[in-house]
């Protein structure tokens, strides 16, 4: 459950639905969330992932 993300889940999830590619960077400090972010606006339907 994300607080406060609600902006950037419904930026991503509209993204998403468009029918073009996209490229979307998300970087900001250590440990503040970003691939909960990802994983919560992708609803967790991953067919594979990687983290480096």
């Known amino acids: 459950m994300l607080i406060g993300r609600q902006q950037e889940v419904r930026m991503l ?3 998403i639905a468009k029918d073009s590619s996209q490229l979307i960077a998300i970087y900001r400090r250590r440990h503040i969330g970003k691939t ?8 967790n339907s991953f067919t594979f992932q990687h983290a480096g």
């Open 13 to 15: 999830q509209e993204a």
């Open 36 to 43: 909960v972010l990802i994983r919560e606006a992708f609803q």
